[in-house]
């Protein structure tokens, strides 16, 4: 069973478009998170929420919104997409209750802007 | 600020061992971590290491810490084809704090 899904995984649109990508986990996590990878493969956390509530939003641009219907869930919704948007999107669950910040990766998004 | 930093390559002939360097800024890191992404796949814990702890053994991985000079390396012995991946150090103040990621070395291995 997949412990992070993420959908779709691959995604191709045109600059201006408007689009999402949902992730669900069932690990039971409180924790989940948005991270961008660029062509470099450079890391960079975008958001967090923990039970539904956001507690990271690192410099972000507003055309990015993140919404969390429930703990399990954690969609991304991207406005006016960009060429710079470009990248691929993980989606991360932990529990932070844990010892150690264990953060289980979803198998990523690859968005192409046109 | 937080920063960590590690070298982009690393190639190795299969069967010897590899050795992956990492240094942080933050000296209040708790808690350090090696992640390991494989080809078209997202990140997974490898390992991980407490600030309290200089060195951690498991299986053929070996990660040495050495907190004052904020240096983490991940020793690979008897490396495999299999263990052809990009491998990112990361850092993070508790376990409910975000973790700040390196840029991830890639491992690359030769006959």
């Known amino acids: 069973d997949t412990a992070v899904s993420q959908t779709p995984k691959y995604l191709v649109t045109q600059m201006g478009n408007d689009k999402s990508i949902k992730c669900e986990q069932n690990?039971?996590?409180?924790?989940m998170y948005w991270y961008k990878q660029d062509s470099k493969k450079f890391l960079k956390i975008m958001f967090s929420y923990n039970n539904k509530e956001l507690i990271i939003n690192e410099t972000v641009p507003n055309r990015f919104s993140p919404k969390s219907p429930d703990k399990a869930h954690l969609n991304l919704h991207i406005n006016s997409l960009e060429l710079g948007d470009s990248a691929v999107y993980f989606c991360a669950s932990s529990r932070t209750s844990g010892a150690y910040n264990e953060q289980f990766f979803g198998p990523g998004t690859r968005l192409t802007v046109l | 600020g937080e920063d960590v930093e590690q070298s982009l390559f690393l190639s190795v002939r299969e069967g010897d061992s590899s050795v992956i360097n990492c240094t942080y800024t933050d000296s209040s890191s708790t808690y350090l971590y090696w992640y390991k992404q494989e080809p078209g796949a997202g990140l997974q814990l490898l390992t991980y290491?407490?600030?309290?702890?200089d060195m951690k053994q498991d299986q053929r991985l070996t990660v040495l810490l050495n907190k004052k000079d904020k240096h983490l390396s991940l020793r690979i012995a008897d490396t495999q084809t299999g263990d052809s991946a990009i491998y990112f150090c990361?850092?993070?103040?508790?376990?409910?704090?975000?973790?700040?990621f390196g840029s991830g070395t890639r491992l690359s291995i030769r006959p």
């Open positions: 990361a850092e993070s103040h508790s376990s409910a704090s975000k973790i700040i």
């Open positions: 290491i407490f600030s309290n702890m």
């Open positions: 690990l039971g996590h409180d924790t």
